[in-house]
Protein backbone atom coordinates (compact mmCIF):
# COMPACT_ATOMS: atom_id res chain seq x y z
CA UNK A 1 0.00 0.00 0.00
CA UNK A 2 2.92 2.40 0.62
CA UNK A 3 4.73 1.71 -2.38
CA UNK A 4 1.29 2.22 -4.52
CA UNK A 5 0.95 6.04 -2.89
CA UNK A 6 4.38 6.94 -3.36
CA UNK A 7 4.36 5.72 -7.20
CA UNK A 8 1.86 7.68 -7.96
CA UNK A 9 3.32 11.27 -7.47
CA UNK A 10 6.32 10.08 -9.33
CA UNK A 11 3.96 9.00 -11.98
CA UNK A 12 2.17 12.26 -12.21
CA UNK A 13 5.72 14.45 -12.13
CA UNK A 14 6.45 12.12 -15.16
CA UNK A 15 3.48 12.80 -16.99
CA UNK A 16 3.44 16.20 -16.11
CA UNK A 17 6.89 16.54 -17.92
CA UNK A 18 6.05 14.56 -20.69
CA UNK A 19 3.20 16.96 -21.13
CA UNK A 20 5.41 19.91 -21.05
CA UNK A 21 8.17 18.15 -23.69
CA UNK A 22 5.60 17.60 -26.25
CA UNK A 23 4.96 21.64 -26.28
CA UNK A 24 8.51 23.22 -25.39
CA UNK A 25 8.83 25.01 -29.04
CA UNK A 26 4.90 26.53 -28.03
CA UNK A 27 6.06 28.11 -24.91
CA UNK A 28 9.16 29.12 -26.10
CA UNK A 29 7.57 31.20 -28.88
CA UNK A 30 4.56 32.38 -26.48
CA UNK A 31 7.41 33.75 -24.68
CA UNK A 32 9.18 35.05 -26.95
CA UNK A 33 6.03 37.01 -28.43
CA UNK A 34 5.53 38.38 -24.99
CA UNK A 35 8.85 40.00 -24.19
CA UNK A 36 8.41 41.38 -27.87
CA UNK A 37 5.35 42.51 -27.05
CA UNK A 38 6.64 43.69 -23.30
CA UNK A 39 9.53 45.54 -24.96
CA UNK A 40 6.96 47.59 -26.97
CA UNK A 41 4.81 48.38 -24.40
CA UNK A 42 7.79 49.71 -22.62
CA UNK A 43 8.85 51.30 -25.63
CA UNK A 44 5.34 53.06 -25.96
CA UNK A 45 4.48 53.09 -22.16
CA UNK A 46 1.99 56.05 -23.32
CA UNK A 47 -0.06 53.78 -25.63
CA UNK A 48 0.11 51.21 -23.57
CA UNK A 49 -1.40 52.96 -20.93
CA UNK A 50 -4.43 54.11 -22.95
CA UNK A 51 -5.05 50.49 -24.47
CA UNK A 52 -4.80 49.31 -20.52
CA UNK A 53 -6.99 51.66 -19.63
CA UNK A 54 -9.54 51.17 -22.45
CA UNK A 55 -9.58 47.20 -21.95
CA UNK A 56 -10.29 47.62 -17.98
CA UNK A 57 -12.69 50.17 -18.50
CA UNK A 58 -14.58 47.74 -21.08
CA UNK A 59 -13.99 44.90 -18.61
CA UNK A 60 -15.52 47.33 -15.99
CA UNK A 61 -18.61 48.00 -18.57
CA UNK A 62 -19.30 44.32 -19.23
CA UNK A 63 -19.15 43.51 -15.19
CA UNK A 64 -21.34 46.42 -14.53
CA UNK A 65 -24.43 44.76 -16.96
CA UNK A 66 -24.17 41.50 -14.97
CA UNK A 67 -24.03 43.30 -12.00
CA UNK A 68 -27.61 44.83 -12.73
CA UNK A 69 -28.75 42.21 -14.25
CA UNK A 70 -28.47 39.45 -12.12
CA UNK A 71 -29.91 42.33 -9.25
CA UNK A 72 -32.78 42.39 -11.37
CA UNK A 73 -33.18 38.91 -11.95
CA UNK A 74 -32.81 38.50 -7.89
CA UNK A 75 -35.11 41.39 -7.06
CA UNK A 76 -36.33 39.39 -3.58
CA UNK A 77 -32.85 39.05 -2.53
CA UNK A 78 -31.70 40.95 0.36
CA UNK A 79 -29.01 41.97 -1.30
CA UNK A 80 -30.26 43.49 -4.07
CA UNK A 81 -29.13 47.07 -3.43
CA UNK A 82 -25.89 46.23 -2.68
CA UNK A 83 -25.99 44.17 -5.90
CA UNK A 84 -27.46 47.32 -8.21
CA UNK A 85 -25.11 49.93 -6.90
CA UNK A 86 -22.69 47.66 -7.17
CA UNK A 87 -23.52 47.24 -10.61
CA UNK A 88 -24.17 51.05 -10.88
CA UNK A 89 -20.64 51.53 -9.63
CA UNK A 90 -18.86 49.53 -12.20
CA UNK A 91 -20.64 51.69 -15.32
CA UNK A 92 -20.38 54.87 -14.13
CA UNK A 93 -16.00 54.10 -13.69
CA UNK A 94 -16.02 52.15 -16.95
CA UNK A 95 -18.08 54.63 -19.09
CA UNK A 96 -15.42 57.58 -17.04
CA UNK A 97 -11.76 55.06 -17.90
CA UNK A 98 -13.24 54.98 -21.61
CA UNK A 99 -14.49 58.73 -22.02
CA UNK A 100 -11.27 60.36 -20.23
CA UNK A 101 -8.49 57.75 -20.40
CA UNK A 102 -5.85 60.52 -19.81
CA UNK A 103 -7.63 61.39 -16.45
CA UNK A 104 -8.08 58.01 -15.29
CA UNK A 105 -4.50 57.46 -15.63
CA UNK A 106 -3.67 60.17 -13.84
CA UNK A 107 -6.28 59.30 -11.01
CA UNK A 108 -5.15 55.55 -10.89
CA UNK A 109 -0.92 56.90 -10.76
CA UNK A 110 -1.63 59.57 -8.10
CA UNK A 111 -3.72 56.57 -5.82
CA UNK A 112 -0.71 54.61 -6.57
CA UNK A 113 1.91 56.82 -5.61
CA UNK A 114 -0.04 57.37 -2.27
CA UNK A 115 -0.26 53.81 -1.52
CA UNK A 116 3.51 53.51 -2.45
CA UNK A 117 4.49 56.14 -0.09
CA UNK A 118 2.10 54.84 3.08
CA UNK A 119 2.82 51.26 2.68
CA UNK A 120 6.64 52.72 2.46
CA UNK A 121 6.15 54.91 5.71
CA UNK A 122 4.00 52.12 7.21
CA UNK A 123 6.91 49.13 6.83
CA UNK A 124 9.72 51.24 7.91
CA UNK A 125 8.24 52.46 11.33
CA UNK A 126 6.91 47.91 11.89
CA UNK A 127 10.41 47.53 11.16
CA UNK A 128 11.78 49.98 13.61
CA UNK A 129 9.61 49.17 15.89
CA UNK A 130 9.11 45.59 16.58
CA UNK A 131 12.75 45.05 14.96
CA UNK A 132 12.02 41.22 14.41
CA UNK A 133 14.23 38.95 12.20
CA UNK A 134 15.22 40.30 9.33
CA UNK A 135 13.58 43.89 9.81
CA UNK A 136 16.58 45.48 7.78
CA UNK A 137 15.02 44.13 4.80
CA UNK A 138 11.45 45.58 5.65
CA UNK A 139 13.48 48.78 5.93
CA UNK A 140 14.95 48.70 2.53
CA UNK A 141 11.74 47.24 1.34
CA UNK A 142 9.92 50.20 2.80
CA UNK A 143 12.78 52.50 1.31
CA UNK A 144 12.02 51.26 -2.41
CA UNK A 145 8.57 52.03 -1.99
CA UNK A 146 8.87 55.72 -0.96
CA UNK A 147 11.29 55.94 -3.77
CA UNK A 148 9.28 54.81 -6.32
CA UNK A 149 6.15 57.22 -4.76
CA UNK A 150 8.92 60.16 -5.24
CA UNK A 151 9.69 59.19 -8.72
CA UNK A 152 6.20 59.18 -9.46
CA UNK A 153 5.47 62.48 -8.27
CA UNK A 154 9.01 63.99 -9.18
CA UNK A 155 7.79 62.80 -13.45
CA UNK A 156 4.35 64.27 -12.21
CA UNK A 157 1.96 64.72 -15.15
CA UNK A 158 4.33 62.64 -17.80
CA UNK A 159 4.47 59.59 -15.37
CA UNK A 160 1.04 59.27 -15.11
CA UNK A 161 0.84 58.82 -18.86
CA UNK A 162 3.49 56.64 -18.78
CA UNK A 163 3.68 54.88 -15.62
CA UNK A 164 0.50 51.96 -15.41
CA UNK A 165 1.44 51.11 -19.53
CA UNK A 166 5.56 50.65 -18.23
CA UNK A 167 4.40 48.18 -15.53
CA UNK A 168 2.11 46.27 -17.88
CA UNK A 169 5.32 46.33 -20.26
CA UNK A 170 7.36 45.01 -17.40
CA UNK A 171 5.24 42.36 -16.40
CA UNK A 172 4.76 40.75 -20.04
CA UNK A 173 8.25 40.93 -20.02
CA UNK A 174 8.80 38.76 -17.10
CA UNK A 175 5.66 36.93 -17.68
CA UNK A 176 7.75 36.09 -21.17
CA UNK A 177 10.48 35.51 -19.93
CA UNK A 178 9.03 32.63 -17.50
CA UNK A 179 7.39 31.01 -20.08
CA UNK A 180 10.45 30.75 -22.26
CA UNK A 181 13.04 29.20 -19.52
CA UNK A 182 9.84 26.69 -18.75
CA UNK A 183 10.25 25.88 -22.59
CA UNK A 184 13.90 25.38 -22.67
CA UNK A 185 13.95 23.37 -18.65
CA UNK A 186 10.57 21.35 -20.51
CA UNK A 187 13.59 20.40 -23.54
CA UNK A 188 16.47 19.74 -21.63
CA UNK A 189 14.25 17.39 -19.40
CA UNK A 190 14.91 14.43 -21.62
CA UNK A 191 18.64 15.22 -21.38
CA UNK A 192 18.70 15.28 -17.76
CA UNK A 193 17.19 11.92 -16.61
CA UNK A 194 19.17 10.30 -19.36
CA UNK A 195 22.52 11.22 -18.09
CA UNK A 196 20.94 10.76 -14.42
Given at each position: MANATQVAPDKRVESSSNQLRSIWVILIVMGIVLMLVGAMAIGSSYVATLATLLVFGSLLLVGAVFQIVTAFFGRSW??????????ILYLVT???????????????????????LAG??????LALIQRFSGW????????VSIL???????????SGLE???????IEMMFCGFSWTMLGLTARLAPRAAASA
Open positions: RGFFLHLLLGGVFIIKNPLEAALTLTVLLAISLGVLRIAGWMILNGVLAAAIWRGWPIFIGLIVG
